[in-house]
């Protein structure tokens, strides 16, 4: 059964089964989360999050991030895991499911504070979460079928706080059973005119599979077989699947299977994943044409074509809403809105899904001549590729067309350390301190020196 498969393996994978590589990319993944987090520390669904997690108190609980408070470590998990995903810059996977695996972080921590977990334990229980996830993602798409992508994080986000609780492998089943059971997620989360609870569907996953691994801890059972039952979750939800190795398994080579968080992107600019290839079609085209006819050029574009594959058609430019985002939720899932606004302004920042800028007329205009077609071609590409042809034609009838396959980011064009830490000054340096940020930027990079995960978190107040 497979979730005797998964907590046998949660239960057995141990430090030394982590590469360095893997090590490394987990402080990685964690610096830039945290940045994410600290920027959005004021979006109005991150502060509901705060709000409601600070109602409640708890002495040795865990901690609201940015603040001095502790609470339930599932509501904790909540309230960060919504300021990690809410710019939508976060890390991103894409397989036959697409997913953002940083999304467990949240939950991994809250867990291993309220344990007092060591850092190497955390960096574990953050790899195999992902592990879980991704592996999932593999296995079996859930949007077709009509449910969402955060359907996977309960059990992801459980078997990382089963492995930072250390709990035993009778316990992790149930853990499994219970994250499994009662956390399906309807697609309707990213169709049409996107809400706030964009931001907060799967730290509300990842919550739920903390609170079934606590659960389990204290000896509560879930009904089983959850995946292979007559109503489990294939025959109900995903469909039959088999999932593949896991990381650190023998594979049929006889080396080892490659952990998937080294297949994992960090995102260059906060907008929807399938979206980043146009971004940098567009930046590279606005060159082009300002080169060609100066400055005014961008306001003479009488039609542009973005073409892309069909699961990013179906995602960011297929509903009507794409081309009039109230929000910057729908915003930052709109090829047209992403394509103008790159093209207008020469880059794409926080700042660029501001409430003035969703409502500006220039950009509104331009956002009307852009058409979003599905070229067949492309199809075969994803998600090995990402390709985004981006054509532009000016009110003179001149034409310009580029192509971008794989964004900045992506594993094959990975972002350096150093631009990493960047991106995480950039964001969170409007909330905490230069000399703090460089003590949380040297904690990170030696987590495994941490003896409590819990002694980190003071380093996350924000200046108020």
């Known amino acids: 059964m497979l979730a005797d498969h998964l907590a046998q393996y949660t239960r057995s994978l141990c430090d030394d089964d982590l590469p360095d590589l893997v090590v490394h990319e987990v402080k990685?993944?964690?610096?830039?989360?945290?940045?994410?987090?600290?920027?959005?520390?004021?979006?109005?669904?991150?502060?509901?999050?705060?709000?409601?997690?600070?109602?409640?108190?708890?002495?040795?609980?865990?901690?609201v991030w940015g603040t001095g408070?502790?609470?339930?470590?599932?509501?904790?998990?909540?309230?960060?895991?919504?300021?990690?995903?809410?710019?939508?810059?976060?890390?991103?996977?894409?397989?036959?499911?697409?997913?953002?695996?940083?999304?467990?972080?949240?939950?991994?921590?809250?867990?291993?504070?309220?344990?007092?977990?060591?850092?190497?334990?955390?960096?574990?229980?953050?790899?195999?979460?992902y592990e879980i996830q991704c592996r999932l993602c593999d296995a079996a798409a859930l949007r077709p079928r009509g449910w969402d992508h955060v359907t996977y994080g309960p059990i992801s986000s459980a078997l990382g706080a089963?492995?930072?609780?250390?709990?035993?492998?009778?316990?992790?089943?149930?853990?499994?059973?219970?994250?499994?059971?009662?956390?399906?997620?309807?697609?309707?989360?990213?169709?049409?005119?996107?809400?706030?609870?964009?931001?907060?569907?799967?730290?509300?996953?990842?919550?739920?599979?903390?609170?079934?691994?606590?659960?389990?801890?204290?000896?509560?059972?879930?009904?089983?077989?959850?995946?292979?039952?007559?109503?489990?979750?294939?025959?109900?939800?995903?469909?039959?699947?088999?999932?593949?190795?896991?990381?650190?398994?023998?594979?049929?080579?006889?080396?080892?299977?490659?952990?998937?968080?080294?297949?994992?992107?960090?995102?260059?600019?906060?907008?929807?994943?399938?979206?980043?290839?146009?971004?940098?079609?567009?930046?590279?085209?606005?060159?082009?044409l300002i080169t060609e006819g100066g400055p005014d050029a961008i306001h003479n574009l009488a039609d542009v074509e973005i073409g892309s594959y069909e699961v990013a058609r179906e995602i960011i430019g297929r509903d009507p809403e794409k081309w009039r985002p109230a929000t910057r939720e729908t915003a930052d899932h709109s090829f047209p809105y992403c394509v103008a606004a790159a093209l207008l302004d020469g880059r794409l920042t926080l700042q660029s899904f501001s409430a003035k800028r969703l409502s500006d007329p220039t950009l509104r205009t331009l956002m009307s001549h852009i058409r979003v077609v599905r070229l067949p071609e492309f199809d075969g590409a994803y998600p090995d590729r990402m390709p985004t042809r981006l054509t532009v034609t000016t009110t003179k009838g001149t034409t310009h067309r580029t192509q971008v396959d794989l964004p900045l980011g992506h594993p094959t064009r990975p972002l350096s350390d150093q631009q990493v830490e960047d991106k995480f000054r950039r964001l969170a340096s409007r909330r905490i301190s230069a000399t703090r940020l460089a003590r949380l930027i040297e904690t990170v990079w030696n987590l495994e020196q941490v003896e409590d995960i819990a002694t980190v978190m003071p380093l996350l107040k924000v200046t108020t």
């Not at 007559?230 to 080396?255: H, I, W, Y």
């Open 69 to 129: 408070h502790r609470t339930l470590p599932d509501l904790a998990a909540f309230a960060n895991g919504a300021m990690v995903r809410y710019l939508d810059f976060n890390d991103t996977y894409l397989a036959k499911e697409p997913a953002h695996p940083s999304d467990n972080i949240a939950a991994v921590v809250a867990a291993g504070e309220a344990v007092h977990a060591s850092g190497a334990r955390v960096i574990q229980a953050i790899a195999l979460a």
């Open 28 to 63: 990685r993944r964690l610096l830039d989360s945290l940045g994410c987090a600290f920027g959005a520390w004021n979006g109005p669904p991150c502060s509901i999050a705060r709000k409601l997690a600070q109602s409640v108190k708890v002495l040795n609980g865990a901690t």
């Open 162 to 288: 089963a492995k930072v609780m250390k709990l035993s492998e009778a316990q992790t089943r149930q853990a499994i059973n219970l994250a499994a059971v009662a956390n399906v997620t309807l697609r309707q989360t990213r169709v049409g005119d996107l809400s706030m609870w964009k931001a907060c569907a799967f730290s509300n996953a990842a919550r739920n599979g903390l609170f079934a691994a606590q659960l389990a801890r204290l000896g509560m059972t879930g009904p089983a077989p959850i995946f292979e039952g007559d109503k489990g979750f294939m025959k109900l939800v995903s469909g039959p699947f088999e999932l593949p190795k896991l990381g650190g398994q023998p594979a049929t080579t006889g080396a080892s299977v490659p952990f998937k968080i080294l297949d994992t992107y960090i995102k260059h600019v906060p907008v929807e994943y399938h979206a980043q290839t146009a971004v940098e079609a567009a930046l590279t085209l606005r060159a082009e």
